[in-house]
């Protein structure tokens, strides 16, 4: 069964960085592709990025492009999301979740959630 905690948010001002973790305290993390998602105060969760079960290949929403990058150690069951020259619209409850890998990459269909971590970037 997959359990995920994240963390590693916080505040920071804006232009600064965080890295967020995600681990799974299961047996199974490198059968399911992995994802972060996040979800503003009164907007709906959205994509921010994911990756491949093996690492090999990941995707990002627009929104992050260039500025977040995805990673994962399977051997220490954790996905890694390192957010850098971060906006005040980044701030809001960032979310992993995990998906079996059984096809491509995907921003939604997720099977498991974590609780969320906030991250707050002031001006």
């Known amino acids: 069964q997959v359990q995920l905690v994240e963390s590693g948010g916080g505040l920071v001002q804006a232009g600064g960085s965080l890295r967020l973790s995600c681990t799974d305290s299961g047996r199974t993390f490198s059968h399911y592709n992995m994802g972060w998602f996040r979800q503003a105060p009164g907007k709906e969760r959205e994509f921010a990025a994911a990756?491949?079960?093996?690492?090999?290949?990941?995707y990002y929403a627009d929104s992050v492009k260039g500025r977040f990058t995805i990673s994962r150690d399977n051997a220490k069951n954790t996905v890694y999301l390192q957010m850098n020259s971060l906006k005040p619209e980044d701030t809001a409850v960032y979310y992993c979740?995990?998906?079996?890998?059984?096809?491509?990459?995907?921003?939604?269909?997720?099977?498991?959630w974590g609780q969320g971590t906030q991250v707050t970037v002031s001006s």
């Open positions: 979740a995990a998906q079996l890998a059984l096809g491509r990459l995907s921003t939604h269909g997720y099977d498991y």
């Open positions: 990756i491949s079960w093996s690492g090999g290949g990941t």
